[in-house]
């Protein structure tokens, strides 16, 4: 069975600071996808990058980008120049491109500081 | 125009009195889940309807009895409630059979149930 680990619990930074999220992940598949989702204190699963394994670019979206690392199976989210309405509980989440369900980490509370 | 919409936000009920909550997506997706998250926030999978019919039932109690009566529309039924299900439940839709790896989940903005 797939895993998802998110090694840390808490992470709190000042506002406009760089921070990096960590994932790692355990599957013996080679056609996956991964995901992070943000979880504000509204409650609403919001998602706010994916990859897909099969390529090798990593993916960005404005101010969040991911280091993908296929061998260390790692999935990594860095969020630039970060903003008060970044604070949230961030999910790690991986798919198997032939499997019907999401399997997430356990979480990571950022919070940021003014 | 909300795209995956649950109903009631907030439930609070008594120990053994059964409920439903209910979710319906408006996105045109063939898959839907219930998933479960818990007082540390862990998320995990309940169940899965592709068009109706079941495709995933993970280790939850039978007193959890998922109904979906169309595509659209996938409910949640919970006899006999018990303190330790209290917890926030989501709805999400994916598109595609098999959902939608590409694209991931839609998320409803959940249903937090207290037991007392």
């Known amino acids: 069975a797939q895993t998802v680990t998110q090694s840390q619990p808490e992470m709190s930074v000042q506002e406009a600071e760089t921070v990096t999220l960590s994932c790692t992940y355990d599957?013996?598949?080679?056609?996956?996808?991964l995901f992070w989702y943000k979880q504000p204190p509204s409650r609403q699963m919001i998602l706010v990058i994916r990859?897909?394994?099969?390529?090798?670019q990593n993916a960005t979206e404005n101010r969040f980008s991911v280091n993908f690392q296929k061998a260390a199976k790692s999935f990594s989210l860095k969020i630039s120049d970060s903003q008060l309405g970044d604070t949230a509980m961030y999910f790690c989440?991986?798919?198997?491109?032939?499997?019907?369900?999401?399997?997430f980490g356990q979480g990571t509370r950022l919070t940021i500081n003014p | 125009d909300t795209a995956v919409s649950q109903t009631p936000k907030y439930l609070v009920t008594q120990m053994g009195n059964d409920k439903s909550i209910k979710c319906e997506q408006n996105?045109?997706?063939?898959?839907m889940y219930w998933y479960k998250q818990d007082s540390k926030k862990f998320l995990k999978i309940m169940f899965s309807?592709?068009?109706?019919?079941?495709?995933i039932n993970e280790t939850v109690p039978n007193r959890f009895s998922p109904k979906s009566p169309d595509k659209a529309h996938l409910n949640l039924h919970i006899n006999s409630l018990e303190l330790g299900d209290s917890a926030v439940y989501f709805c999400?839709?994916?598109?595609?059979?098999?959902?939608?790896?590409?694209?991931?989940?839609?998320f409803g903005s959940g249903t937090r149930l207290t037991v007392v």
């Open positions: 989440a991986f798919m198997n491109g032939g499997a019907q369900k999401l399997v």
């Open positions: 996105l045109g997706h063939d898959t």
């Open positions: 990859q897909e394994a099969y390529k090798q």
């Open positions: 599957t013996s598949e080679s056609n996956y996808y």
């Open positions: 999400a839709s994916s598109q595609g059979l098999q959902g939608s790896p590409r694209y991931g989940y839609t």
């Open positions: 309807y592709n068009n109706k019919e079941l495709i």
